[in-house]
T-cell receptor, first 116, second 112 residues
Framework: GAGVSQSPRYKVAKRGQDVALRCDPI?????LFWYQQALGQGPEFLTY????????KSGLPSDRFFAERPEGSVSTLKIQRTQQEDSAVYLC??????????????FGEGSRLTVL | DAKTTQPPSMDCAEGRAANLPCNHS???????VYWYRQIHSQGPQYIIH???NNETNEMASLIITEDRKSSTLILPHATLRDTAVYYC?????????????FGQGTELSVKP
């Protein structure tokens, strides 16, 4: 499809397990964002990439969270030693920086992580 | 912290205009006003954005006050499919480090 694709859509992990969430942005989109959305809350910013460079990771909640985008396209969000408070929907968004640099974001449908 | 204030919920009758207010009294001169919405179990969807002037597209109109301290999103003929959480966000341009910071939004219920 032409939109942002995320996988898996649903993931159940036991506490302490590592998980990896994948994001395929829209082809040609330079900017890529990860957000975390807890139940009943608005999305919270995690990290931002421009091409392969991670320019902002101020929202990552702990050093258990790690994101990469090695070739400037697909991105992976990795969570090590998952905890119950990591249960949330993880949203990926991409943007093509237009001439005005206002950059409308296109979001995927998210990966719902449940940690037991 | 989000820099906008929105009512937590609103109702609107189907076919009528939905007017969603947003206060952003601390907005800076280089910050844009963005509106996104999130239908249940989906990712947020871009609606419209503006800097100073009022804007209109196929989805909605955005009215920004002259002092830019508040704005209103107008859905001219609301349908049941417009039921969603609507987020008003202010941010600088992407090349200035701008990122979307979501607040709690307004939960709009369109009723038959």
């Amino acid at each position: 499809g032409a939109g942002v694709s995320q996988s898996p859509r649903y993931k159940v992990a036991k506490r302490g397990q590592d998980v990896a969430l994948r994001c395929d942005p829209i082809s040609g989109h330079v900017s890529l964002f990860w957000y975390q959305q807890a139940l009943g809350q608005g999305p919270e910013f995690l990290t931002y990439f421009q091409n392969e460079a991670q320019l902002d990771k101020s929202g990552l909640p702990s050093d258990r969270f790690f994101a990469e985008r090695p070739e400037g396209s697909v991105s992976t969000l990795k969570i090590q030693r998952t905890q119950q408070e990591d249960s949330a929907v993880y949203l990926c968004a991409s943007s093509f920086i237009d001439r005005g640099n206002t950059g409308e974001l296109f979001f995927g449908e998210g990966s719902r992580l449940t940690v037991l | 912290d989000a820099k906008t204030t929105q009512p937590p919920s609103m109702d609107c009758a189907e076919g009528r205009a939905a007017n969603l207010p947003c206060n952003h009294s601390t907005i800076s001169g280089n910050e844009y006003v963005y509106w996104y919405r999130q239908i249940h179990s989906q990712g947020p969807q871009y609606i419209i954005h503006g800097l100073k002037n009022n804007e209109t597209n196929e989805m909605a109109s955005l009215i920004i006050t002259e002092d830019r301290k508040s704005s209103t999103l107008i859905l001219p003929h609301a349908t049941l499919r417009d039921t969603a959480v609507y987020y008003c966000i202010v941010r600088v341009a992407l090349n200035q480090g701008g990122k979307l910071i979501f607040g709690q939004g307004t939960e709009l219920s369109v009723k038959p």
